[in-house]
């Protein structure tokens, strides 16, 4: 009896947060359809061209003729030694991948949402170059998987707000 009591009572408390579904009508709803109006123009270097692909991966591009949004995503990649050995050489790097983006509408040029996203990984560095250079490209490609996903939070919860 007590338990259906606090059932009851925090099924009233939930109805009364506000609290509604981001992606509500699935591929039909509101945030679907401004995500796949989403164009990404091509961003410099390899770094960019991971994040171009996971974010139209993410945005499930419509492939309109004109799109109503265009993001603008500029990177910055880096790549720096940490912990130096006794021998002076480099037993970590930490690799830095940081976007600035801008969601643009293409109707009036005005600018919809600017922010930046980002993500970092450590890296240790091994006796084998090859090893090496294979994690440093991992963690290249994880991090723009990574800095794609908060783009796209980011820009669901801005075209959510939009509509």
Known sequence: MIRA??????????????????????????????????????????????????????????GEESPRYRLDVRLDDRLEGLGVLSDDTIGRERRTLRARYQLVDTADGSILLDATAGSDAGIDVVSSEYATIAAEQTALENLAREVADRIVTQLSLTLREDR
Do not use: K, T
């Not at 509604?20 to 109006?37: D, E, F, I, K, T």
């Open 5 to 62: 009591a606090a059932l009851a009572a925090a099924l009233v408390a939930l109805s009364g947060c506000s609290l509604q579904p981001m992606y509500a009508g699935g591929g039909n709803g509101a945030v679907a359809r401004g995500l796949a109006a989403v164009e990404v123009p091509p961003i410099d270097g390899r770094a960019g061209w991971l994040v171009r692909n996971a974010l139209r991966d993410r945005l499930g591009a419509a």
